[in-house]
């Protein structure tokens, strides 16, 4: 059997809440291998961000392990995981996150520039421009852009750095049905032909059926779906 990319062993997340403390995540199990597709699936609040930020290495469990190629890095210093983070994993948010500042092709560039991934990052940047449909908007600067526009944005951005895994976090929700359904396609295809495993958090039931293992988050753990 291969080795998981991620692996999640008894995760536990809980938040304090007034004078006590609300349990999020109890005891997670996740296996991720190279070119898996997984969905996430559960009720707003239930903790699917929370679990994707563990995963991602962004936020430290209470109790359990994560380990990325097999090695444990639970506990390992906010550097040292952004590093291997860079390495590893690409991620794409419901609300985009570009900078709105700066231009759509340099928006792509930074993805690569901050995971260390300078190699003909210019070249690379504009073949995924192409690539999402967005060649002749790489001198736009993020704000005329649509919804569906700034997500296809971000995910070049994510795909410059070469991850071997994209975490993405209700991709399409801020998205008509017509435009979410492009969205997806293009993350699953890119996804498959690079061999990219793909976490996706989502609300879409019909969306969480192609991943090959779908997953619901219910009280705390993950339950088949
Ligand atoms: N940093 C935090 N401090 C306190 N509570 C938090 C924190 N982060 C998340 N929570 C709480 O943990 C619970 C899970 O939040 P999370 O964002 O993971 O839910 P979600 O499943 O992603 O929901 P949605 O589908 O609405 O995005 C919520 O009740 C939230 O208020
Ligand atoms: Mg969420």
Not at 92 to 99: A, D, I, P, R, W
Not at 202 to 213: F, I, K
Request: one cysteine or more; proline letters at 4%; hydrophobic letters at 40%.
């Amino acid at each position: 059997m291969s080795s998981p990319l991620i692996e999640a062993q008894g995760l536990a997340r809980r938040f304090q809440s007034g004078d006590g403390f609300l349990e999020v995540l109890k005891n997670v199990d996740l296996r991720i291998e190279t070119g898996d597709t997984v969905s996430i699936q559960g009720e707003s609040g239930c903790g699917k961000s929370t679990l994707l930020n563990l995963l991602a290495g962004l936020d430290q469990p209470d109790a359990g392990k994560l380990l990325w190629e097999s090695s444990a890095v639970t506990g390992f210093p906010n550097d040292q995981l952004a590093i291997r983070r860079a390495r590893l994993i690409g991620m794409v948010f419901q609300s985009y996150y570009l900078v709105p500042e700066i231009r759509i092709l340099e928006n792509v560039m930074l993805g690569g520039r901050i995971a260390g991934k300078t190699d003909n990052l210019e070249e690379r940047s504009n073949v995924l421009l192409e690539r999402v449909g967005l060649a002749d908007r790489r001198k736009s600067l993020p704000a005329t852009l649509s919804g569906g526009e700034r997500q296809r944005v971000a995910i070049a951005r994510a795909m410059v750095t070469m991850p071997k895994a994209l975490l993405a976090d209700e991709p399409t929700g801020n998205l008509d049905e017509a435009t979410g359904d492009s969205i997806m396609d293009m993350l699953q295809e890119l996804c498959d032909e690079e061999g990219i495993a793909l976490v996706l958090v989502t609300h879409n039931s019909v969306y969480a059926a192609r991943m090959s293992h779908s997953w619901n988050l219910r009280q705390g753990i993950l339950e088949p779906v």
